[in-house]
């Protein structure tokens, strides 16, 4: 039985690590050079509760279900995750009776642990919030993470127990014989396979029509984001959400998994071609700040390491699109808008367990093992477990990245394991992703990355082989 998933985002990682837990032979193609540059590279990297969700829906059902894996999947695949709990402000009466609606909705999806507090605790637990607070709802089960981590976390995991992973590979065809799926085409090749698991996130719309599936229509929707410094990162504890709007969670304040402190989304409709419109604008931007500021009148923006985009794949009937569909062997786990991230363990598990394992009857691996270790980070350890680290290899006592303390043997176990540019060691190892952005290390990372792959800093590419930094030697 052969498997290809389309598209190695957190939703068609966790997937193939499921299906690696049956006798059946999984491919992975991505478009991109790297796991997790999709939607899944920019977004608020919150494990949501399942209030703001419709009931009935398959994103409330998934949310709620999805939240509840993240500690299993997290400490399996080795990967940042904190319970932060969050609180949705109400800053006025208006806003208050928008708290009881949204508890008894969470209530209504089997949300644990809500509770509505008064402004005055609200204000003893976070005391940076707007002081006109009037109350909160409380929901403890949120927390925060790195998605891109958990996606190449759940590749590695799968690549281990002998999935065939195709990066920098579009799949430009699906061949479709007597209502089956027989193969996927590239412009490598023709790979004939038994069922195809549609995991395109923004693309999943042109990936359906590929096998003749009318479903589902993608229209982008653009957050903007501004990142704060990690010394603005005793702000807040916890994420702070305002009562949301018919479109949208709102715009947040909320910690980052590695110190930071993240403000926004916005969100902007986009016309459907509109699929790497990415770019930052000076209004969107002025809009992530003033709503942040409605929360957190502290915020400084004079603390702004970074301003970036993310695109959430919006359809229509706003839900997911996951299941079966009328062309045999084809699958969806398409549509993953917010609280996509959340949802991915859940709707892997769901589909491979409940839905594919059954159609195609695979049969069970014994021997997967489901744990995977992490790469090592030096700034997360003691000072005693550092310096055992360094006598058995001096390269991780080499601090290569000051802002976020990663050293040369981080940067090399990154390449290691699959780091083939710039973009690929900061999304590993977090070297450039701090106040400095890179401009004191690139140069480092660029001299490692070509003398570990045997090449010239020239040939080293900035993301992908059609973007490098260094346009070539000016002194010979
Ligand atoms: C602004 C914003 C904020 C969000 N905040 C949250 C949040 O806090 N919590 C939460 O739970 N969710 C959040 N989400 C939603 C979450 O990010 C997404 O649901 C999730 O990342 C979708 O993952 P995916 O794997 O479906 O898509 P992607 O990560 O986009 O992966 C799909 C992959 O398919 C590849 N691909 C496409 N077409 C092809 C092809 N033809 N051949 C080969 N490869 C192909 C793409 O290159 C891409 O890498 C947010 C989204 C945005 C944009």
Redesign the pocket.
Known sequence: MRVAV????????LVVRELARYEAEVLL????ADV?????????????AGFHDRPGTACARF?VSGNALFDEVCRDLDVPFRRTGAYVLALSAADRAVLDRLRAQGEENGVPGLEVLPGGEVLAREPNVNPAVVAALWAPTVGITE?WAL?LAAVENAAAGGLAVHLG????GIRVDGGRVRAVQTARGSYPVDAVVN?????AD??AAMAGVPEPRIVPRR?EYVLLDKAAGDLVRAVLFPTPSEKSKGILVLPTIDGGILLG?TAADLPEDAKEATDTSGDGLRAAVEGARRLVPKVDCGLAVKAFA????ESPPQDFVVGTTAVRGFYQ?AA?????????PAVARWLVHEVIAGDLTLVRKASFDPVRRGPPRVADLASEEWEARVREDPRYGRIVCFCNLVTEGEIVDAIRRGARSLDGVKFRTRAGFGRCQGGFCTDRILAILARELGTEPEEVPLRDPRSWLVAGKIRP
């Open positions: 389309i598209g190695a985002g957190v939703v068609g990682a193609f991505e478009q991109e997790g540059w999709g939607v899944t590279k920019a977004n608020s990297g919150i494990v949501h949310c998605p996606a590979e579009e799949v430009t995991a395109a996130g923004l693309y042109q990936v957050g989304p993310g695109l959430r794949p786990a993953m808008r917010s609280p996509g991230l959340t949802a991915a």
